[in-house]
């Protein structure tokens, strides 16, 4: 039968690259598909035209497609045949009856309050099947169709290794409960923490687009004047001098790093560009060869002292990246109250210990859009009983293949509303009045405004939990039990990575990822990369003060694509957290601090 394969084919022209292990999987074909050689070429060219290959050699890459247009022709076949059948396969049988994932198969004692609540998420979730005996006539749900809500590649699989990357103190062999336990307490339902949004611009409806290249010059005039201003406070470098006049003396001076033409920052194309107060707004490039130590990247305001001999370079002997502000600088005007603090909170009670959980999406798995993950997440948040839970977009992740591809068949508002708002309602009503939650959007939403900053989602609150859910902004921040907490919604850290040039000694050990969340502190600004990122719609016009941190904050959250880390910083004495992807996108991406 192989010869007759490879003759009808070569009766067409084709020709084969691979012609033993084509010839075998044909051969497969015809014996599973019953069809003869004839049938087998058929098909071929019907497949070769569809996929516009052009050539007439036969790939063994192609056979995998080929294949898939097999199965189809089959089925359609079948269809034509009988209608009203249905072809179920294995992955129909994972998704029909693999769904529900066995604590006790997972390593976890079983208890009657853990029955309960999986009991209650099961009869809340949306299943394929809801029951055996369901109505023909009963218009179907979401998920009952073959569409991208619906269809599976792989079962999803519950991840309980929640911060083992990140905690470095459990071993291979520890149980993931024992882990859990080690990292957060359970809470009593009674304690309620204390919420307070310091702030959250701008506001939701707000417009954008409309930001023009005055916004942006007067941007970066705002943050050199201010570093000028908080140096000339501070009394330990003297008054600010213009860097573009020549002297042999030593100064000192403020400005603004920028690149001397197109590409990345290298040791030739550093240069400095002042303020308009001081140097009309003049560059001079910086000469780094006497410093052994910097890290620089576009858009930092730094202080430089040094000597221009010639007026055309700044010998730099000494660099100065941080703002220097006094760390117990007040916070600003907190927001209109969001809750009612004397009545929730009686003064002298509140103590600076919170459980929090700590999430940033996206929260879909790369094959459907069941939102499986953020279903296992509300049920682990269920079981814990945290004070806070923070939840950071991407909900509807822009970047998810069945997104892109525009086959969703309802609009992204309804999908928020009811995989995600209506979840996280039904999370907050279980738990009771001690629940809060934070919903923080990011520039990934299909669902919302793309630009940053970014408004809070706009969604209206029923009464019963607008005591218990907030919409925030991107960036944003707040306090919680008198912890400081603030978190930006952008990769700001892999946007820093690529545009960072430094210089440290040999023996100094390098901890780079922790030196890029720095400079945010530093710079006492969520965004400080001058020119943006191209992925980033910065609108320097809309509410140009939300990009400010206006003091170190306790907690500083930051999402990201890079490695996940928690660090301290030197002058704080809460950490750094990076909720990023622990194992990759089909997980929840999910981390405790307590």
């Not at 084509?22 to 019953?34: D, E, G, M």
Request: proline residues 7%; glycine residues 4%.
């Amino acid at each position: 039968m192989d010869a007759e394969i490879k003759a009808e084919f070569e009766k067409s022209g084709f020709s084969f690259v691979d012609e033993e292990q084509i010839l075998r999987k044909c051969l497969t074909y015809c014996v599973n598909f019953k069809l003869s050689p004839v049938d087998l070429v058929a098909n071929w060219e019907i497949f070769y035209l569809n996929r516009e290959l052009t050539g007439l050699d036969i790939e063994s890459s192609h056979m995998d497609g080929f294949l898939s247009h097999l199965q189809n022709a089959q089925k359609e076949r079948l269809m034509k045949e009988e209608p009203h059948l249905h072809i179920y396969s294995s992955n129909d049988i994972d998704m029909f009856y693999g769904e529900k994932q066995d604590d006790s198969k997972e390593g976890f004692p079983v208890s009657p309050n853990q029955l309960l609540e999986r009991s209650y998420f099961e009869s809340n979730a949306l299943t394929p099947i809801s029951s055996e005996k369901a109505s023909s006539s009963k218009k179907p749900e979401l998920n009952d169709r073959i569409t991208p809500f619906g269809q599976r590649t792989n079962k999803f699989v519950s991840q309980y290794t929640f911060n083992a990357e990140v905690a470095g103190n459990a071993t291979n062999n520890q149980e993931p409960q024992n882990l859990d336990d080690d990292l957060i307490r359970r809470v009593p339902p009674s304690e309620i923490c204390s919420l307070k949004i310091h702030y959250s611009q701008p506001e939701p409806g707000c417009k954008f687009m409309y930001d023009r290249i005055e916004d942006r010059f007067n941007s970066i005039e705002h943050r050199i004047r201010r570093h000028s201003n908080a140096f000339a406070k501070s009394g330990l470098y003297g008054e600010p001098t213009d860097a573009t006049l020549a002297s042999q003396k030593n100064i000192f001076a403020v400005g603004m790093i920028s690149c001397n033409g197109e590409g990345h920052l290298n040791d030739n194309s550093i240069m400095l560009q002042g303020s308009v107060e001081h140097s009309g707004g003049q560059r001079v490039r910086i000469d780094l060869q006497e410093l052994s130590q910097f890290s620089l990247f576009p858009g930092q305001v730094i202080g430089v002292e040094g000597h221009n001999p010639s007026g055309h370079c700044l010998v730099a002997s000494k660099i100065i990246e941080n703002k220097p502000v006094s760390l117990d600088a007040g916070l600003p005007p907190a927001k209109k109250p969001v809750m009612d603090h004397d009545e929730q909170n009686p003064p002298g009670i509140i103590s600076r210990v919170l459980s929090v959980i700590i999430v940033a999406g996206p929260f879909l798995t790369t094959d459907n859009l069941l939102f499986e993950p953020f279903k296992e997440l509300l049920a682990y948040a269920t079981r814990r009983q945290p004070q806070l839970l923070i939840l950071m977009g991407p909900f509807i992740d822009s970047e998810h293949p069945e997104i892109k591809k525009g086959t969703v068949d309802r609009s992204f508002d309804e999908i928020f509303r009811t995989e995600i708002f209506r979840r996280v309602e039904d999370y907050a009503q279980y738990m009771g009045s001690s629940a809060r939650v934070i919903i923080v959007p990011s520039t990934r939403d299909a669902n919302h405004d793309f630009v940053f900053p970014q408004s809070a989602f706009h969604v209206t609150m029923p009464d019963d939990t607008k005591h218990q859910i907030y919409c925030l902004a991107n960036p944003c921040f707040f306090s919680a039990n008198e912890i400081t907490i603030s978190c930006c919604n952008v990769d700001i850290l892999k946007q820093l990575s690529s545009e960072e040039i430094s210089r440290s000694p040999v023996d100094a050990p390098a901890d780079r990822i922790s030196r890029l969340a720095t400079h945010l502190l530093n710079q006492r600004s969520y965004y400080p990369l001058y020119p943006p990122s191209v992925s980033v719609p910065l609108d320097l016009s809309l509410a140009p003060e939300a990009l400010d941190i206006p003091t170190t904050p306790d907690l500083l959250l930051l999402p990201s694509d890079l490695a996940p880390f928690v660090k301290a910083s030197d002058s704080n004495p809460f950490p750094f957290y990076s909720p990023n992807a622990f194992v990759g996108i089909n997980s929840t991406n999910c981390c405790i601090v307590k």
